[in-house]
């Protein structure tokens, strides 16, 4: 009965060992599937034929079913599919589902608290494709989850920060949505004005995205020209507004009058440094003429705003 046991309780702990192992070989082969399909994604013909294929949705499913802790790089390569599929805007995208979105959001929210950089930086980056939805970015807001963007403007690692600063930025092209930055005494305001002094001289690309931000929030809601109807992605920033025709205007509500001062001193340094080449666009790289440019539609901006409207916030102190 003892050589039984013993040989019962063998074969049980070789079953157990070849699941185990199986397991193992299929979240292996899957994970490389899933990132095969997020490579070839990056091709535009190829990224435009799988937006609008329905099993693509299944991607979903997976991230709904796979433990981030246990299935790492399942997720992070599920994740980073998403992120490329979910570029292309086509009107059959599976991905534009209201449903899909509502799904994605659920598996993401948990993610954006992760002590695991990496899957931060790809939920984020996947929040970037989709908060150009307009629908999507009303989610977000119902969920909170834009107040969580404006608190990981003060991340250590400088990837998250232009993550999150790309999804502020759409954020800001939507005069509701960009509402929530006026919240808790203007404290997502003051945050995207920081991170201008905390990157501007050393990632100018952070700095062009948090500039345009700056841009967006200076122009109310645009009036569609006569003859057009307003409807999804019709926000824009004011340069874009004024080459459409919409007719756009300072808003009231900006920014209050110690951040605009600041915002002032930033745009007038940064031209100030760059004097000589600016004399030269060409001794410029594309970047630093295009943050050059909107450092003066800025200053110009500030200077249409009276003294009135700017004390009509309250004065917010910036972190030291």
Not at 182 to 202: D, H, M, P, Q, T
Request: negative net charge; charged residues 25%.
């Amino acid at each position: 009965t003892g050589d039984s046991t013993s040989s019962s309780s063998s074969s049980s702990a070789k079953n157990i060992s070849s699941t185990h192992k199986m397991a193992g070989e299929v979240e292996n082969l899957l994970t490389k599937v899933v990132r095969l399909l997020a490579n070839v994604s990056i091709n535009e013909k190829i990224g435009l034929r799988l937006c609008k294929d329905p099993k693509i949705g299944h991607l979903v499913t997976l991230l709904e079913r796979k433990d981030p802790n246990i299935s790492e790089e399942v997720v992070l390569n599920v994740i980073s599919a998403i992120t490329n599929i979910s570029y292309y805007q086509h009107p059959d995208a599976v991905l534009r589902s209201l449903e899909i979105g509502e799904r994605l959001l659920g598996c993401l929210m948990p993610l954006l608290f992760s002590t695991n950089t990496e899957m931060l930086h790809e939920a984020v980056r996947v929040l970037g494709n989709f908060s150009r939805n307009q629908e999507f970015r009303k989610l977000m807001s119902s969920c909170r989850v834009d107040e969580t963007m404006s608190v990981l403007l003060d991340h250590a690692d400088h990837d998250i920060i232009f993550a999150t600063a790309g999804v502020v930025l759409n954020i800001s092209t939507d005069y509701d949505a960009r509402q929530v930055l006026y919240a808790n005494g203007c404290e997502g305001l003051a945050k995207i004005v920081e991170s201008l002094y905390r990157f501007g001289k050393n990632r100018p690309e952070i700095a062009v995205i948090i500039c345009k931000i700056l841009v967006n929030l200076s122009v109310t809601k645009p009036a569609p020209p006569t003859g057009e109807h307003g409807g999804e992605g019709e926000n824009k920033s004011s340069a874009a507004a004024a080459e459409s025709g919409h007719r756009a205007a300072i808003s009231d509500v900006w920014l209050p009058s110690n951040l605009s001062k600041q915002v002032e001193i930033w745009c007038e340094e940064r031209l100030e440094s760059d004097a000589g080449a600016v004399q030269d666009k060409a001794n410029l790289s594309p970047l630093d003429a295009e943050l050059n440019d909107l450092c003066v539609n800025l200053l110009e901006m500030l200077d249409k705003v009276s003294l009135e409207s700017e004390e009509s916030l309250p004065i917010v102190e910036l972190a030291p």
